[in-house]
């Protein structure tokens, strides 16, 4: 089993839809990083968070410590929000990123 | 722009060939990574460097592997005798002491035929 799991692991929705994606760890953390990367590979950290709720924009992110469960949400998905989405998180005694899978999310106009 | 940046941005080398990758960071960051993704898959850790030093290490990282960052600044990350198990982005981040959050470079593109 990973140590960070998302799900889920393709997304397709229509312009202007509510769009949840959810990440399970199961291992200590100092913090849970959301990332996305477009195509081509360039990385970029959307929140980091270690309790509570962030707010970015159409984008929220919520940690819930206790169960080791995290999700991002786009509120009024649009087509250049597609691009895949990646948890990772950071250990207790180590700065090094530990990713899930990805979720691919494809918003069609 | 200062951001962090990677050269080349892809490489194609045959079998057997050696490849060294070079990862430029944000200037005052400290703290450099090298992570490692294959297609569909989340990025993997290789290593990290704090200033000069080679604080630790994946096991993935196998003897063919070898990374430095000798002045505390640009990192090279080399390949010897590349295996086309080797096909993946080499990735680069950087970030400061005190936070976790990591800074992209757009990664190298390696594949070896």
């Known amino acids: 089993k990973n140590e960070v799991e998302q799900s889920p692991q393709n997304l397709t929705a229509q312009e202007g839809e509510f769009i949840t994606i959810n990440c399970s760890y199961s291992v200590g953390i100092s913090a849970l990083h959301w990332l996305q990367q477009h195509p081509g590979g360039g990385i970029v950290s959307l929140f980091m968070l270690s309790s509570g709720k962030k707010k970015h924009g159409r984008l929220i992110a919520t940690i819930n410590i206790q169960e080791k469960h995290s999700s991002l949400h786009i509120t009024a998905s649009h087509p250049r929000d597609s691009a895949v989405y990646i948890c990772a998180v950071s250990g207790v005694d180590t700065d090094k990123l530990i990713f899930g899978t990805g979720t691919r999310l494809q918003v069609f106009p | 722009d200062t951001g962090v940046s990677q050269d080349p941005r892809h490489k194609i080398t045959k079998r057997g060939q050696n490849v060294t990758f070079r990862c430029d960071p944000i200037s005052e960051h400290n703290r450099l990574y090298w992570y490692r993704q294959t297609l569909g898959q989340g990025p993997e850790f290789l290593t990290y460097f704090q200033n000069e030093a080679q604080l630790e290490k994946s096991r993935l990282l196998s003897d063919r592997f070898s990374a430095e960052r000798p002045k505390g600044s640009f990192s090279t990350l080399e390949i010897q005798r590349t295996e086309q198990g080797d096909s993946a982005m080499y990735l680069c981040?950087?970030?400061?002491?005190?936070?976790?959050?990591?800074?992209f470079g757009p990664g190298t593109r390696l594949t070896v035929l």
């Open positions: 981040a950087s970030s400061s002491t005190g936070t976790t959050r990591q800074f």
